[in-house]
């Protein structure tokens, strides 16, 4: 068993670091004002910092000093409360991204650590593992050889927001419901689950109180994320037809031979173009070529896709919708590793040098948007 | 003699209305949560986008104007009669499985009887099969409805599923479907061998996974034991392996050679098969195993409409309604009754009093109740149940009423509109 301090340290969302917090009697007072914290709020900023970078924290959790775990806890909290007080979706994004990164490779030490502890008979889910299931509201059971059974239900739930053919259903060992993982494939789906709950913590209410405690912070952090969205949105935006998937590029083409496109390529069209940056203008003189172009009727049509009549940005389908209704033309090698006409594109473009490749993860968090 | 139709149509209404006045349709669960839907005879206009406070006022509505189709929502609503999709506030939808004949392969030369009792194979594989087995449904959780016309229904009614978005309704139906290419479940892996040296392995789902791997591994398995037993010449064997799964003649002849033999020996390397190590002998590779899973892929793989299940907001026929196009009833189901439910027996719901109507020449033979009939064009007698499925197939009119002319009778317009 791990002892509470360091869980806490390590999982500081469990109620083990809510009791670490009360144990040491440290209020949000003390932590955002009091000189002892000082080292925690550092951290904390360090948290917050790193994960705007895409990099990764040094992990300290090995060295099993009091003060450094219970630094530990505190940060994570000031850090929620530095990306709450900033309030910018970029931040929040990639603060939720680098803290799910760092909760996976923790859950795999602690893995390694239990089944080190256990031998050959730790085939059963570890405790503290239990507990992060039951905090992230994953039904589970175990299965054999040390796997992890998921629901189903919650299995495609989670693994949808990844995005890969390899976590494909169909591809799974599943029996009576559970979607039976190794613990390492177990743990990235947990990731992800992980990453959609903090993200939906966030941001926390601020009163103006607390804000100003901790306004040079905010504003420091404020700045450092404005400098990497002008890095990021800098390189966003890039209209390059070349590298548009081959679904897209045919039907193009049959808007350019005049040929009737049907409604559902003309939607996938339109929603691509217009999330890649196409504009209203542009689109409608696309669409001129359809043989049965009638200005107000495609002009409703491309509004309402694009948004300005419901409020719903509509993106494109994904793949395995544009497959039923056979909308998906001749699919290449590329093809085979996404599941969505906008992952090519990124990809392709990331490929050919006309997206500088950014940070991996930030396109990965603003994938998320396009699905 | 007058003109029209008028008393065909009085004349199903009344029957659906007698019909619904003696049988209260089963609310479904989170009545109030559910849109209803319903098509009249002789209207094409979709009567959507309604929610009922209590089934009594449900009751109400269809015996005052008796719908040829009753429908409900698969979804939940806060607002089930609002007329948008953000004003209805969708809250989740069970998930529905449609199995239609008419989607059967071969079903253009099948029979009705036929069409019926093949698709009923293929809904039990799906229950037994893919929903209990594999994705863990008891009976509970699972509604069974035969359809009234030409197929089955399954409604999954389990709060975890409710929130599955479209694709990942999908999902399950790939699974289910084995939408799947073998080649992700054969790898040929390098491994290391004695003394280290790198040997090439191919390596399969051992047989004890669940899912589809684990399924295939098995299949073969059982085929190899089979040919294994098989006491016909190995030349022989090898020539109907081949036809049957295009296996290479001389792969095909290397496995049934490596299944030859000291019986210790064969039952060795079936046993390493089991255990998804699958280089048994020489000539047998990836290629052959690739060759026996796409054999038992499709002979073992499940079939449902992908559309209805993907389909989060779709209406499907309410269980306990009359079906506009035969007059038999959607019959909800257990699973032990399923096994010998004999639909065009057990569907019939409407009474036997004799009823005069006029066949059409193209009307066909039929069996119901366990009775044929064998309409000749022209003036006849018929039980009240027989009479409106001639008259829904369009194949006959009260006696005394003429079809408008030309053409005959179009066809009833397809619910379209998302309704299965």
Redesign the interface.
């Known amino acids: 068993m791990v002892k509470p301090l360091e869980l806490g340290a390590m999982f500081p969302f469990l109620p083990e670091g809510r009791e670490v917090v009360k144990t040491y009697g440290v209020t949000i007072e003390d932590l955002v004002g009091g000189r002892s914290w000082e080292p925690a709020r550092k951290r904390g900023f360090a948290r917050a910092d790193v994960a705007l970078k895409g990099e990764e924290l040094d992990d300290r959790i090995s060295t099993g000093k009091e003060e450094i775990l219970l630094d530990e806890v505190l940060s994570y909290l000031y850090a929620r409360i530095l990306v709450s007080a900033v309030n910018d979706s970029y931040l929040t994004k990639k603060f939720c991204l680098a803290e799910a990164k760092q909760f996976e490779r923790r859950l795999k030490r602690l893995n390694t650590q239990e089944a080190g502890r256990k031998g050959a008979e730790g085939s059963e889910i570890a405790p503290e593992v239990r507990r992060i299931l039951e905090y992230l509201k994953v039904a589970f059971a175990e299965a054999q050889d040390g796997r992890i059974g998921l629901h189903f239900s919650d299995y495609l739930k989670i693994a949808g927001m990844i995005g890969d053919k390899n976590w494909a259903l169909v591809l799974q060992d599943v029996k009576r419901g559970w979607v039976r993982l190794p613990p390492e494939k177990a743990f990235r789906i947990l990731e992800e689950a992980y990453r959609f709950r903090l993200n939906s913590e966030l941001p926390m209410p601020i009163s103006e109180m607390l804000y100003e405690r901790i306004q040079a912070d905010a504003e420091r952090l404020a700045g450092l994320v404005k400098e990497a969205r002008a890095r990021f949105e800098g390189s966003g935006g890039v209209l390059d037809e070349a590298s548009f998937p081959p679904c897209i590029k045919h039907l193009m083409e049959m808007t350019g031979k005049s040929e009737n496109v049907p409604h559902m390529g003309r939607f996938t069209m339109v929603a691509f173009l217009h999330t890649i940056g196409y504009d209203k203008e542009g689109l409608i003189s696309l669409f001129s070529r359809w043989p049965d172009f009638n200005i107000s009727k495609s002009m409703y049509q491309i509004q309402h896709i694009i948004g300005e009549i419901s409020g719903t940005q509509y993106t494109p389908p994904m793949c395995s919708t544009m497959k039923t209704y056979g909308i998906c033309f001749n699919p290449d090698k590329l093809c085979e590793t996404i599941n969505h006409p906008l992952n090519y594109y990124r990809k392709q473009l990331r490929r050919s040098g006309k997206l500088p490749p950014p940070e991996l993860r930030a396109q990965r968090a603003a994938d998320k948007d396009g699905e | 003699m007058t003109m029209g139709m008028e008393r065909t149509w009085a004349f199903l209404n009344a029957s659906f209305k007698d019909y619904y006045a003696k049988h209260a349709l089963p609310p479904p669960m989170g009545f109030q949560q559910r849109e209803f839907g319903f098509m009249y005879h002789n209207e094409t206009f979709f009567r959507r986008h309604l929610g009922f406070p209590s089934p009594d006022l449900l009751k109400l509505d269809i015996v005052r104007k008796p719908p040829a189709h009753v429908y409900h929502s698969a979804a939940y609503y806060d607002h089930p009669s609002a007329h948008t999709m ?1 004003e209805k506030g969708w809250v989740g939808a069970d998930l529905i499985f449609d199995l239609d004949a008419d989607h059967l392969e071969g079903a253009d030369k099948m029979s009705y009887g036929e069409m019926l009792a093949a698709v009923k194979v293929k809904f039990v594989t799906l229950i037994d099969n893919f929903l209990g ?5 008891a009976e509970k959780d699972l509604h069974l409805v035969f359809s009234g016309s030409r197929g089955y229904h399954c409604h999954v009614r ?1 709060s ?2 409710r ?6 309704r ?3 139906v ?2 289910v479907t ?3 290419e073998v080649d ?1 479940f054969v790898r040929d892996l390098t491994v290391e061998g004695k003394f280290g040296r790198p040997l090439r392995s191919t390596r399969i ?1 051992g047989g004890t ?6 399924k295939l591994t098995r299949a073969t398995v059982e085929h190899l034991r089979g040919i294994a037993a098989d006491s016909r010449p190995a030349t022989e064997k090898a020539k109907a392996l081949s036809e049957l799964t295009q296996i290479g003649p001389r792969e095909a002849k290397a496995l049934v050679e490596a299944l030859e033999g000291s019986p210790d020996a064969v039952a060795k390397r079936i046993a390493a098969v089991s255990d998804g190590v699958a280089d048994i002998h020489q000539g047998v590779g990836p290629g052959t195993f690739r060759h026996l899973f796409a054999y038992h892929l499709n002979r073992l793989k499940g079939w449902c409409d ?2 209805v299940s ?1 389909d989060v907001k779709r209406l499907i026929r309410a269980p306990g309604s009359l079906h506009g196009k035969t007059g038999l009833r959607a019959t909800p189901l257990t699973r032990d009754k399923l096994d010998d439910f004999d639909p065009l027996v057990e569907a019939v719901a409407l009474g036997d009093e004799l009823v005069k109507v006029s066949a059409s020449p193209t009307a066909k033979p039929f069996t119901l109740k366990g009775q044929e009939f064998k309409p000749s064009p022209g003036p006849q007698t018929l039980p009240l149940y027989a009479a409106v499925f001639l008259i829904l197939r369009r194949q006959a009119l009260l006696e005394g009423d003429t079809p408008p002319a030309p053409p005959p009778l179009k066809p009833a317009p397809a619910a379209t509109g998302g309704t299965a």
């Open positions: 953000a087995d594999e994705l863990g449904y389990d975890r599923v929130q599955l978005s479209s694709p990942m999908r999902e399950v790939d699974f084995g939408k799947v992700e789902p996974e669940g899912g589809w791997g684990g992908e559309p993907s």
